[in-house]
């Protein structure tokens, strides 16, 4: 018997009527289904479990929902090496490689070693305030520094080691992995990095210099960020799941995680998806077909 967990979009009809097809046919293989309490499912024959406790109470998880339940998911469950299949209600779905209608033929896939699985690098995140305890994050996607509810400038000073990459003049800052980098690190013009690399991307938002450049660093180093004295009213996200006021004198510490979030793979290739996402291939309808030759 295995336990599987699911993970539920909040406020979502159609993660629990997948839970609902889902229950009973788990429970027929001899698997025990296991769900958070707060999700407030009251599904015959469903485990219930503190969802602080859900990683540490499953061999498998199942998320439905979209990328931002599977970020959700990667503070509950990653540390705990349990493997994560993802099935899409949400609009992009980058991590959430499955459809509904595949929803049972890729969990048994999954329960029968058919299914392969991805090892996404991770960041970790160490916030030491200028007054008060230090807070340690993880993050799937990205770290962002932004100037929170005032539409203005900070300033952003940044290091590797004891090596100054720039004191940035921006919006904002993403430090992001190779999964994230398809997130808000793109929209802010930032590169593209395949899953599998081992490295960062550093990526000002509306830099106040045209020579301030993305750039991509290893995942061994660590790059420190320090908001300075002019800079007033900035926030860090992690994740877009967890946020903290900063301060001059302040630092984030960002470093690659020690363990990868473990994401089963769908059959979709990894430029096939881009494509479809990122509409690479679409052209407006008047430039779709080339011009014809008149006749004489």
């Known amino acids: 018997m295995k336990r599987i967990g699911f993970i539920l979009k909040p406020g979502s009809a159609e993660s629990r009527e997948i839970l609902a097809e889902l229950v009973p046919w788990l429970r027929g293989e001899g698997h025990l289904p296991v769900v958070a309490d707060e999700d407030g499912v009251a599904e015959e024959g469903v485990m219930i479990v503190p969802r602080e406790q859900i990683g540490t109470e499953i061999d498998l998880a199942v998320v439905l929902g979209g990328d931002g339940t599977i ?101 904002g800052l993403v430090v992001c992995t190779p999964t994230g980098s398809t997130a808000h690190n793109l929209a802010a013009g930032g590169p593209i990095l395949m899953p599998g690399q081992k490295a960062m991307a550093i990526t000002p938002i509306c ?24 800079t007033r009213g900035a926030v860090l996200t992690v994740d877009g799941q967890w946020g903290h006021s900063l301060q001059p004198g302040d630092r984030i510490d960002i470093t690659a995680a020690e363990r990868p979030l473990l994401l089963f793979d769908s059959d979709k290739r990894y430029f096939d998806v881009l494509r479809e996402k990122l509409h690479w291939d679409a052209r407006p309808a008047r430039f779709s077909e080339p011009d014809q030759p008149h006749s004489s």
């Open 207 to 230: 830099a106040h210099s045209l020579t301030s450049r993305p750039l991509v660093v290893p995942a061994a180093a660590t790059v420190s960020i320090k908001p300075t004295g002019h």
């Open 71 to 171: 970020l959700g998911a990667n503070a509950l469950i990653a540390d705990r090496a349990v493997p994560i299949l993802g099935i899409n209600l949400g609009r992009l779905g980058f991590l959430t490689g499955f459809d509904p209608t595949e929803a049972q033929q890729a969990l048994s896939d999954a329960l029968a070693g058919k299914l392969g699985a991805s090892e996404r690098m991770r960041l970790a995140l160490t916030y030491r305030p200028s007054g008060g305890d230090m807070v340690q994050r993880t993050a799937l996607n990205d770290a962002v520094v932004h100037q929170g509810s005032m539409a203005r400038l900070i300033e952003i000073e940044t290091t590797i080691g004891d090596d100054l990459i720039s004191v940035y003049r921006a919006d």
